[in-house]
T-cell receptor, first 116, second 113 residues
């Protein structure tokens, strides 16, 4: 079984300061990991994905995440927060056990608030 | 290039009724997955369709059923609606070549009274 745990339900940072959203995963197989963002009343947008290539993954809008197998973590970071980053962020794992049968398992989400 | 589209955007039903939600995948995508997102929670996988067949299913009762058409569009049907079925229903599309990367539509918000 696969699962993800988002360690913070709510994170507040000041504009221009670094962002850290924490995620731990559990998977019986070599996982693929994703971060999605959801702005109010909008669908989910893919920020970045890890699929066993480079462990440091760069995404859109200046976000990046590092896959650490020893810590089973996939934390999302951004050097400098912008007001437009305020949204709900989801860490997601996919079981790569069988090609063509991937389902996504979502964490409970982290709400990011940016303080002006 | 149109992304994933869903209809309707909002829907209000009463307990016991039936509802059908529709999804058109992103151009070039042939796999459609459905998710339920209750208020304040992460999306939960309902099922996935490929080649007009249900390929994988999450932990949802048989009241939830689906269909995929030859043009790859899909429907989600929910029978005997319960208050707890109130949620945002998300459709995502993908391709076998794209692996697990799924692209989401804006969702249909269902309210059951």
């Amino acid at each position: 079984a696969q699962s993800v745990t988002q360690l913070d339900s709510h994170v507040s940072v000041s504009e221009g300061t670094p962002v850290l959203l924490r995620c731990n995963y559990s998977s019986s197989y070599s996982p693929s990991l994703f971060w999605y963002v959801q702005h109010p009343n909008k669908g989910l947008q893919l920020l970045l994905k890890y699929t066993s290539a480079a462990t440091l993954v760069k995404g859109i809008n200046g976000f990046e995440a590092e896959f650490k197998k020893s810590e089973t973590s996939f934390h999302l970071t951004k050097p400098s927060a912008h007001m437009s980053d305020a949204a709900e962020y989801f860490c997601v794992v996919s079981d790569r056990r069988s090609f063509g049968n991937e389902k996504l398992t979502f964490g409970t989400g982290t709400r990011l608030t940016i303080i002006p | 290039d149109a992304g994933v589209t869903q209809s309707p955007t909002h829907l209000i039903k009463t307990r016991g009724q039936q509802v059908t939600l529709r999804c058109s995948p992103k151009s070039g995508h042939d796999t459609v997955s459905w998710y339920q997102q209750a208020l304040g929670q992460g999306p939960q996988f309902i099922f996935q369709y490929y080649e007009e067949e249900e390929r994988q299913r999450g932990n949802f009762p048989d009241r939830f059923s689906g269909h995929q058409f030859p043009n790859y569009s899909s429907e989600l049907n929910v029978n005997a609606l319960l208050l707890g079925d109130s949620a945002l229903y998300l459709c995502a599309s993908s391709t076998p070549a794209g692996g697990e990367t799924q692209y989401f539509g804006p969702g249909t918000r269902l309210l059951v009274l």
